[in-house]
Nanobody, 115 residues
Framework: QVKLVESGGGLVQPGGSLRLSCTAS????????RRWYRQAPGKSRELVAT???????NYADDVKGRFTISRDNAKNTVYLQMNSLKPEDTAVYYC?????????WGQGTQVTVSS
């Protein structure tokens, strides 16, 4: 079992920045992928960013150049740095890890971008 806890969400103005954190505990070995998803009201859940065990990264087209995913293995933590935030980035953001063919999810953290 893997437990994921997100933090760092909140209310920011357009053009502002936030850094989300996701800390894992439990069976934290043999993790294959670490990912961030988001879901806005009335929308389907969207894959935002992925980082592999070899530190290869991938991003959704609408966040490229603005968001950066990274990890700190010593702290068992994955980060999502979000810059130049737009109102359309408003959503609940979820941390996800893929381990031995099974997906584990955090509870989500709310990000609101508004004046």
């Amino acid at each position: 079992q893997v437990k994921l806890v997100e933090s760092g969400g909140g209310l920011v103005q357009p053009g502002g920045s936030l850094r989300l954190s996701c800390t894992a505990s439990g069976s934290i070995f043999n993790i294959y992928l670490r990912r961030w998803y988001r879901q806005a009201p009335g929308k389907s859940r969207e894959l935002v960013a992925t980082i592999t065990s070899n530190d290869s990264t991938n991003y959704a087209d609408d966040v490229k150049g603005r968001f950066t995913i990274s990890r700190d293995n010593a702290k068992n933590t994955v980060y999502l740095q979000m810059n130049s935030l737009k109102p359309e980035d408003t959503a609940v953001y979820y941390c996800n890890v893929l381990r031995q063919g099974f997906n584990y999810w955090g509870q989500g953290t709310q990000v609101t971008v508004s004046s």
